[in-house]
């Protein structure tokens, strides 16, 4: 990982497979909470992330700016919930397609990505939102830890990682790069700016782990 985004408080680096996706686990949890509605729970969350007891401070110090809760929650529901309008930029990736694939497309795919390791969404879940796009990798990761000490671990941690990579390369990190630039163009909405590239730096590191780790798998 870049030093900007894990390292750690003793300014040392974590080389350890399962400690490292113990990590990916937190980050995930963290910036699939980040672009949560901030209710309270989210907000204190945000406030004082678990991750900033491990990794460099630095790398959250864009969260001392966070805004007071109320106009977090106004910004929010101005600019990212559809219901109101949702007048700025959106936090689905389906409004960001560049290539040819349709937004029907789209959905049906990141639901077959779901459902193949037995994931079903509720009625009101978005497939192509950034929440559950980012849940679906905290998950894989989760069940890279859960497995790692089981029976025939190997082979499942393979499918894990090949499907964390195709996730990757085919949905987050094209979603996120141009939500990071929509996100860009509104003054209002620096605090999402600031996460989104926080999270754009890390899905670079990820995809180089996921790599890696894939390489040593064979």
């Known amino acids: 990982m870049s030093g900007r985004v894990v390292q ?27 672009f949560s509605y901030p209710n309270k729970d989210v907000y204190r969350i945000l406030k004082e992330p678990l991750l900033k007891k491990i990794i460099s401070e630095e790398a ?51 639901k077959s990505f779901y459902k193949n390791f037995g994931l079903y969404l509720q009625l009101n879940e978005l497939p192509d939102s950034i929440e559950i796009e980012l849940e679906f990798m905290y998950y894989l ?17 393979t499918e894990i990682l090949k499907a964390q990579k195709d996730f990757l390369e085919r949905h987050l990190i094209n979603f996120i790069s141009s939500l990071k630039e929509c996100l860009k ?15 754009d730096d890390f899905l670079s590191y990820d995809l180089d782990f996921v790599d890696m780790a894939l390489g040593k798998a064979s």
Do not use: W
């Open 8 to 34: 750690l408080k003793s300014g040392k680096y974590t080389e350890n497979f399962l400690e490292e996706n113990k990590l990916r686990v937190m980050f995930y949890e963290f910036f699939k909470n980040g």
């Open 60 to 110: 959250f110090s864009f969260l001392e700016e966070l805004p007071p809760i109320d106009e977090l929650q106004v910004t929010y529901t101005t600019y990212f919930d559809v219901v109101f309008g949702g007048k700025g930029c959106h936090l689905r990736e389906g409004e960001y397609l560049k290539n040819k694939m349709s937004i029907s497309k789209l959905l049906l795919e990141c």
């Open 141 to 157: 990761t989760y069940l890279i830890v859960d497995n790692y000490t089981k029976e025939g671990a190997s082979q499942k941690l």
């Open 185 to 199: 163009q509104y003054k209002e909405l620096k605090f999402y700016y600031d996460l989104c590239c926080f999270l």
